[in-house]
């Protein structure tokens, strides 16, 4: 359903303390996936991975700096903003910050309605029980529709965020980290509702989060990012059981009970991600990665076909 081709973000800024040297952070830096209808991809990596712009590139939040964005086989991302609308309702996205994300002086009522104006989903007669509906799927009652966000917890908030992305009748949500600022004990009701919400509707969803434990619950296949490049995509099932590239091992054996001696061979991560400003040489993953050769400083290793799975790595040649 939506297919990704060589997607580029890099944004240029300025070098304040050296003054003219325009800087360039390579946000997302080539990347290739696709999500089938009613399937979940898992984009997964530390924070400065480039897997929120990613979401945002998509949705065309942003503009890329290259590449493509094929929704049922046609480019959406060089259409016109006036032809991008007729198409905006199928793409939705759920915020990770159900407290940001909801304009506090509005009714719930009214936040559920101003998607059903713009994009015309309903007849305004038909806005009050769209409404409950609405609600009633993500699992609040008729009285929350004259409340305000304040009055609601935070797991609340986060569905009536999955409500107003509900609104329009999506094809495709983007999840951005849905639960990471969510309580532990709400974190699972949340994940459940958006997979219940998957089989009832055929929904795809790209699912962000830094939290493993979170994309093995949820996701079909999984792309693993660092440094604004996918290092190992495959299905979630295998690619759990049996990682292959070291950053994947690393993060796995980050998850408590999982064993870092066991996955890494006793080897460690070392460091934190570099800046992507100035990206390393070869393997971006170069300077932490406790399997590096020679080969890894000079020569980029590319995301290859390997037993049944894709990874970027020179360990698999
Ligand atoms: Fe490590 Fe080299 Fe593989 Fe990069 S290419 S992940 S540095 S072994």
Known sequence: MIEVRNLKKHFVTKNSLFGDEPEVIHAVNGIDFTVGNGETLGLVGESGSGKSTTGRLVLRLLEPTSGSILLDGKDISTISSRDFRKIRKDLQMVFQNPYSALDYKMTIEDILIQPLQIHKIVPPLEYKTEVYRLLDLV????????????????????????????????????CDEPVSALDVSVQSQILNLTMDLQKEFGLSYLFIAHDLHVIKHVSDQVAIMYLGKIVETGNSEELFNRPMHPYTKALLAAVPGQGEHKLLGGRRLEGEIPSSIKLP?????????????????????????????????????
Do not use: N, W
């Open 139 to 174: 699992g609040l009652d008729k009285a929350s529709a004259r409340k305000f966000p304040h009055e609601f917890s935070g797991g609340q908030r986060q569905r009536i965020g999955i409500a107003r992305a509900l609104s329009t009748k999506p094809r495709f949500i983007v």
């Open 281 to 317: 040489d070869g393997c971006a993953f170069h300077t932490r990665c406790p399997y590096a050769m020679d080969i890894c400083k000079e020569s980029i290793p590319i995301l290859t076909e390997r037993e049944g799975r894709k990874v970027a790595c020179h360990l698999y040649p």
